[in-house]
């Protein structure tokens, strides 16, 4: 069966110190790959996905990046975080061709100080 | 531009009581349709998902939603909520373009003993 995991859990970070944040699907090739954020109070809102290794869209502008340097593993980072990085961030995978169904690891969380 | 809607920001409903969450969209042609459930500090979970046939569809966890194609809807019911329920639900629209999601901005689940 296929599963998701993402680490750390919990990051309590300075500002202007870097971010990386990795995420693995396991049971699956070629998956789609996405990085939400979710800050308090607010809904989800798509930061990057990508379609293959090294293959990255970003929807939103912002001192963040997302890298795909293995099939099954997507990094977001960042070199110097803002305190309006501070977020609950989800990676999701879903099978190519699928209907969009997404499957969702288990958050990271994200205190920028 | 398409677009989701969940009205109700929170909703309070007494254990044992029913419960239905809305959620409209705005698309051209037939959508493919999901709830997810997010419980405090987790990821996503999929209760439920629409894409042709019965407009009644069955999920996990006792849900059920119903696709008015009319009303452009597709709310989430359940005939008896436990205290486990709390958590909060997300109504999700694909674009059959790309699937990629177009999410509601969440309804927070609050369960009274």
């Known amino acids: 069966s296929q599963t998701i995991h993402q680490w750390p859990a919990t990051l309590v970070q300075p500002v202007g110190s870097p971010l990386s944040l990795e995420c693995t699907v396991e049971g699956t090739s070629n998956p789609n790959l996405y990085w939400y954020r979710q800050a308090a109070g607010r809904g989800l809102q798509l930061l990057f996905y990508?379609?293959?290794?090294?293959?990255i869209s970003s929807e939103v502008p912002q001192n963040l990046s997302a890298s795909r340097p293995q099939d099954r593993q997507f990094i977001l980072s960042s070199k110097k975080l803002l305190l309006s990085d501070s977020g609950f961030y989800l990676c999701a995978w879903r099978s190519t061709g699928d209907t969009g169904e997404l499957f969702f690891g288990e958050g990271s969380r994200l205190t920028v100080l | 531009a398409q677009s989701v809607t969940q009205p109700d920001i929170h909703i309070t409903v007494s254990e044992g009581a029913s419960l239905e969450l809305r959620c409209n969209y705005s698309?051209?042609?037939?959508?493919?349709l999901f709830w997810y459930v997010q419980s405090p500090g987790q990821g996503l979970q999929l209760l439920l998902k629409y894409f042709s046939g019965d407009t009644l569809v069955q999920g996990i966890k006792g849900f059920e939603a119903e696709f008015k194609r009319s009303q452009s809807s597709f709310n989430l019911r359940k005939p008896s909520v436990h205290w486990s329920d709390a958590a909060e639900y997300f109504c999700?629209?694909?674009?059959?373009?790309?699937?990629?999601?177009?999410w509601g901005a969440g309804t927070k689940l609050i369960i009274k003993p």
């Open positions: 999700a629209v694909v674009l059959d373009s790309n699937y990629q999601l177009i």
């Open positions: 698309y051209g042609a037939t959508p493919y």
């Open positions: 990508s379609v293959g290794i090294g293959q």
